[in-house]
T-cell receptor, first 113, second 116 residues
């Protein structure tokens, strides 16, 4: 069965620190990969997505992610976080020819001012 | 664009009651789905639909029913609410598979359901 795992459940950072959230997936074949963010009390919003092409994907708000096929990973990074990046982050995957998303368990990120 | 609209935003039910969570999208998306979000478990797929008249079960379908009579609407019915169904429910929509399009999913605002 397909699965997505996120390594950290909680991350606490100070402003200006760098952020990296790990995500690994187990899918056979070609996959689509996503990172979603959920700010407190809000719905999920797309940060970035990978379908094909350049494995380094840039998203909104200064986030980027790198798809490493050999490691089945799609880690999210931001060089310098802000207090407003406090949120829960979800990695998700779907088969390239499908729509069914499988989500990781989420990582809660708290950025201290 | 309204995007994906869910109603209600909050609901409290008594055990055994039934109710319907509404979901509508105005993007002409073929694919619609319902997820529940529980702490530490991410989002889990309840039911999904690849088009009007077609529905299928996801990962956690027990206790829920869906129908898809139109492209726009995809209601989720709780048949007999149980405390284990206390959760936040999200509806999502995206383009279908054929021809392959951007499968980005758009989410509604969520429904916070408490069953007492």
């Amino acid at each position: 069965a397909q699965s997505v795992s996120q390594h950290n459940h909680h991350v606490i950072l100070s402003e200006a620190a760098s952020l990296e959230l790990g995500c690994n997936y187990s899918y056979g074949g070609t996959v689509n990969l996503f990172w979603y963010v959920q700010y407190p009390g809000q719905h999920l919003q797309l940060l970035l997505k990978y379908f094909s092409g350049d494995p380094l994907v840039k998203g909104i708000k200064g986030f980027e992610a790198e798809f490493i096929k050999s490691k089945f990973s799609f880690n999210l990074r931001k060089p310098s976080v802000q207090w407003s990046d406090t949120a829960e982050y979800f990695c998700a995957a779907s088969k390239a020819a499908g729509n069914k998303l499988t989500f990781g368990g989420g990582t809660r990120v708290l950025v201290k001012p | 664009n309204a995007g994906v609209t869910q109603t209600p935003k909050f609901q409290v039910l008594k055990t055994g009651q039934s109710m319907t969570l509404q979901c509508a999208q105005d993007m002409n998306h073929e694919y619609m789905s319902w997820y529940r979000q529980d702490p530490g478990m991410g989002l889990r797929l309840i039911h999904y639909s690849v088009g009007a008249g077609i529905t299928d079960q996801g990962e956690v379908p027990n206790g829920y029913n869906v129908s898809r009579s139109t492209t726009e609407d995809f209601p989720l019915r709780l048949l007999s609410a149980a405390p284990s169904q206390t959760s936040v429910y999200f509806c999502a929509s995206s383009y279908g598979r054929m021809p392959q399009r951007d499968p980005e999913a758009f989410f509604g605002q969520g429904t916070r359901l408490t069953v007492v």
